[in-house]
């Protein structure tokens, strides 16, 4: 059914759906930054901050950085090396404020 309808209209069923393009990239954040080593809490808690704060193609910059587990720190130090100041200030505020609890994303748990 959504092959028949034009572009406008599919974007549209998304929009009111709850399925943005954002939206949809939050779940592959999330599992990357688990990927990184990231905790399952610090991880969905970033991945919708991020996700919120970044464009697309930063998102794919950040899901391109395979690496080993390693800390949040670790992880702030490898997407510095991008050499994209907005996607480093969020990944740094996202960081800070997902590891400490203040982050109004931060589900207890």
Do not use: H, W
Not at 28 to 46: E, F
Not at 63 to 83: C, E, F, N, W
């Amino acid at each position: 059914m959504l092959r028949r309808l034009p572009g406008s209209a599919v974007l549209l069923a998304f929009v009111l759906a709850g399925c943005t393009p954002a939206k949809l990239a939050e779940g592959r954040v999330r599992s990357a930054l688990m990927d990184a080593g990231l905790s399952k809490p610090n991880a969905a808690c970033m991945a919708e901050r991020m996700t919120d704060r970044l464009t697309l193609g930063q998102l794919r910059k950040l899901q391109a950085l395979q690496a080993p587990k390693r800390s949040i720190a670790d992880y702030v130090m490898t997407v510095r090396r991008v050499g994209d100041r907005q996607l480093v200030e969020v990944t740094v505020s996202s960081a800070l404020l997902c590891a400490s609890g203040f982050a109004p994303e931060r589900k207890p748990g």
